[in-house]
C-alpha cells in the first residue's frame, strides 16, 4: 500500500500552449474546477466564448483562402470591365478558353465605352445585353464563366442539405428522377416562386382530360 502511493501516477494538467483552444482529442488532463475568485460569466468566457470564437476565425481562414479571396475579387473587376484588376482571374483561365490577353483588353475597352455611352453605373444586366458572342468572343467566354463560378463551396453544401429534407422517412421509396426533380425545384426556390401555380394546375387538368377522353 505504501509503495503505490509513493508511487503513483503524476496528475496531468492541460499545456498552457491550449489555453483559449478548443482541443478536440484527449489529453488525460483532470477536470479543472471553477475558481472561487473568478465569475460565472468570465469562466464561460474563457473556456466557452472565446473557445468558439477561435474555432470559427481558424475555420474561415481555411475554407477562405487567400487565393479563393483574390479570385473573387479579381472576378469582380472584370464585371466592371477592369482589365488590370481582373488579370488574376483571366491569368487563371485564358489557356483553357484559348483567350489571347491582348484581344480580350481591347474587347474590354470596347465594350467598357459602349457601355459608358448608354449607362455610367453599369450593372451584370447591361453586361449581358451589350456582350454578344458575334462582338466580342472573348469577353463572352469569361462572362459564361464568372456567371458559372462558384467562388465558394456554400451552395454545394446548401443543396446537399436539402436533400436531407426532401428525402424523408416517408419518402424513402422515391425514385431517383422524381427526387431530381424535387431537388431543383427547392434548390431553385428564388425561380420556382415566380411560377403561377394557377397555369400548371389548368395545364395539368387540361392533359388529364385528354387522357380520361381517350
Sequence with gaps: ???N????????????NLNDFIVTTTTSAIYEPIESNKSVEDYYGTNMYYKILDSIIENLKTRFSPESLSLAISVDKFMQLNYEGSLVFIDYYKDLLDINKLNIKS????????INKINNDFNIDDLKTTIKKEIFPNIYKMLQV???LPVSSATCEQSFS???????????????E???NLSILHIEKDVTTNIDT???LNEFSKSSS?????
Excluded at 5 to 16: D, F, G, V
Excluded at 162 to 176: E, N
Design 1 to 3: 500500500m505504501y509503495r
Design 5 to 16: 502511493q509513493l508511487y503513483s501516477k503524476r496528475k496531468r494538467r492541460e499545456p498552457n
Design 107 to 114: 474587347e474590354m475597352t470596347v465594350a467598357r465605352n459602349c
Design 146 to 148: 464568372a456567371l458559372t
Design 162 to 176: 436539402a436533400m436531407r429534407r426532401i428525402k424523408t422517412w416517408v419518402r424513402t421509396s422515391m425514385h431517383q
Design 178 to 180: 422524381r427526387f431530381t
Design 198 to 200: 394557377e397555369c400548371i
Design 210 to 214: 385528354m387522357m380520361v377522353l381517350k
